[in-house]
Nanobody
Framework: VQLQASGGGLVQAGESLRLSCAVS????????MGWYRQAPGKQRELVAS???????NYADSVKGRFTISRDNAKNSVYLQMVSLKPEDTAVYYC???????????WGQGTLVTVSS
């Protein structure tokens, strides 16, 4: 499985961005897709995830501001981010989990910078 993330950029606080993750195979067969982020000097953390059944999960810090969605027809997953804050600045990674057995796949990351 190959993942290609895009959509990052430099925005001001309060603005919006939409990240896209293009997947090399049908995402209907992928158990869970997720977006992670890693800020400088910090560990990578889960931002949002969505299962093949459509169940979503969000980090507390982004609830109400970020929305994850998937388009099976386009083999893509999206992360809509609104009301961005400087603390959202990070490299955002797309992730795919397939099981059994558990396998993790990662995209190359896209940089989001939010200025105050």
């Amino acid at each position: 499985v190959q993942l290609q993330a895009s959509g990052g950029g430099l925005v001001q606080a309060g603005e919006s961005l939409r990240l896209s993750c293009a997947v090399s195979r049908g995402i209907f067969s992928i158990n869970r897709m997720g977006w992670y982020r890693q800020a400088p000097g910090k560990q990578r953390e889960l931002v949002a995830s969505i299962t093949s059944g459509g169940s979503t999960n969000y980090a507390d810090s982004v609830k109400g501001r970020f929305t994850i969605s998937r388009d099976n027809a386009k083999n893509s997953v999206y992360l809509q981010m609104v009301s961005l804050k400087p603390e959202d600045t990070a490299v955002y990674y797309c992730n795919a989990e397939v099981w059994p057995p558990l396998k993790n796949y990662w995209g190359q990351g896209t940089l989001v910078t939010v200025s105050s």
